[in-house]
C-alpha cells in the first residue's frame, strides 16, 4: 500500500514531511513512529512493522525528523534537541487531530526511541511508548574525544562527522541490510552539535525516568552493539510507571522489527498494544 505524504510545521518552524498509511477497515488504534540516526519515515526498515499494524486493523503514521529524510533542515544537526521534541508535539498534534477517538501509541527506534522516551514524559494522554533499542547509553568512544566534541561545537558546531554505524550490526538479515546501504534518503552523518546534544539528552532522559508514568514496552536484542541493552535495563529499572516491559531478544541486533526473529517481535508488540487498548 502505497502511503499518504503531507508536511507540518515542526521545531525552528522548519517544514516537516510525514507518512500515514490507512488500513482497508476503519482503524482501532494508531501508531506514530520516529526513525532512527539517519533514518526516515519511508526507510526500508519500517515496512514490516507497517504491514503488520495494518494488518491488526491500525493506522500508522511515520515522520522525517528535522534534518533527516525529506523534512527540512541541515542533514544530520539540531542546534537545540528540544526541537525534535517539538517536532514530535507536532507531529501527535496532527495525529490526534485525524484521529482523536482512537488511542494512540507513540514508537521510536534507536535514537527515535530516545526523543520518544523524553516526549512520552510530558504527555499523559498517550496510550503508550514503545522503545525499540532506544538510545540510552553513552557512546563507547575513546575519553578524549567527548571533550573535543564539545570544543568543536563551540566553535564549528555544524561539522559533519561520521559515527561509523555498521549496519551489518542492525540486523542478522543480510538481504535487509542490502536494503538499507542502497536506501538513497539515509544520511549516515551529524554535526558536533547533535552529538553534543545527544550526549546531554542521554543523561537527562535517564535522570527523568521516574516521570514517564505511561505504559511502557522496551525492546532490545541482547547482542545489539550500537545501544547496548545495559542503557535500557538502567532506564527501566528507573521508570515510575506500573505498566513496564523490557523484552530483551537473545542473541538479537540493533533493529528487532528488521531482524531475522522479527515475526515474534512484530508479534509482540502487536499484542502488548491490544492488551493496552483493552485497558482503554
Same mark, same amino acid.
Given at each position: 500500500?502505497? *502511503? ?41 526498515? @519500517?515496512?514490516?512493522? &507497517?504491514? @503488520? ?40 498534534? /496532527? ?19 530516545? =526523543? !520518544? ?5 510530558? +504527555?499523559?494522554?498517550?496510550?503508550? /511508548? ?15 574525544? *567527548? ?17 561509523? $554505524?555498521?549496519? %551489518? !550490526? ?6 535487509? /541490510?542490502?536494503?538499507?546501504? !542502497?536506501?538513497? $534518503? ?5 554535526? #558536533?552539535?547533535? %552529538? ?12 527523568? %525516568?521516574?516521570?514517564?508514568? #505511561?505504559?511502557?514496552? =522496551? =525492546?532490545?536484542?541482547?547482542? +545489539?552493539? &550500537?545501544?547496548? *541493552? ?9 521508570? %515510575? ?27 509482540? =508488540?502487536?499484542?502488548?498494544?491490544? +492488551? ?5
Amino acid at each position: 500500500m502505497e *502511503p499518504e505524504t503531507a508536511t507540518l510545521v515542526g521545531g525552528n518552524s522548519l517544514t516537516l514531511v510525514y507518512q500515514r498509511w490507512l488500513p482497508d477497515e476503519p482503524a482501532d488504534a494508531v501508531v506514530a513512529y520516529i526513525p532512527g540516526v539517519g533514518g526516515h519515515s519511508g526507510q526500508p526498515t @519500517y515496512r514490516y512493522l &507497517i504491514d @503488520y499494524l495494518l494488518g491488526t486493523g491500525r493506522a500508522v503514521y511515520g515522520l522525517d525528523l528535522q534534518g533527516f529524510g525529506r523534512s527540512e533542515g541541515r542533514r544530520g544537526h539540531v542546534e537545540d534537541w528540544h526541537n525534535y521534541i517539538d517536532d514530535v508535539a507536532a507531529f501527535v498534534a /496532527v495525529v490526534r487531530q485525524a484521529h482523536p477517538e482512537l488511542p494512540l501509541f507513540l514508537f521510536g527506534q534507536s535514537l527515535g526511541g530516545l =526523543i !520518544a522516551l523524553e516526549y512520552a514524559m510530558a +504527555d499523559p494522554l498517550l496510550a503508550g /511508548v514503545v522503545a525499540s533499542a532506544p538510545s540510552l547509553a553513552q557512546p563507547n568512544v575513546p575519553a578524549w574525544m *567527548p571533550p573535543m566534541v564539545r570544543a568543536l561545537a563551540k566553535v564549528k558546531p555544524t561539522l559533519s562527522v561520521n559515527p561509523g $554505524l555498521d549496519l %551489518a !550490526a542492525f540486523t542478522r538479515d543480510p538481504f535487509e /541490510v542490502e536494503k538499507l546501504k !542502497a536506501d538513497p $534518503l539515509r544520511h549516515p552523518k551529524v554535526t #558536533v552539535r547533535f %552529538a553534543v546534544e545527544f550526549e546531554a539528552a542521554v543523561e537527562r532522559v535517564q535522570t527523568n %525516568a521516574d516521570r514517564l508514568l #505511561v505504559p511502557l514496552l =522496551i =525492546i532490545v536484542g541482547s547482542d +545489539d552493539v &550500537i545501544t547496548p *541493552p545495559g542503557g535500557s535495563q538502567e532506564f527501566y529499572d528507573r521508570v %515510575a510507571a506500573e505498566d513496564k516491559t523490557l523484552t530483551i531478544y537473545d542473541g538479537g541486533y540493533h533493529q528487532p522489527i528488521l531482524d531475522t526473529n522479527r515475526d515474534a517481535v512484530l508479534s509482540d =508488540i502487536s499484542d502488548w498494544i491490544t +492488551d493496552r487498548q483493552r485497558r482503554e
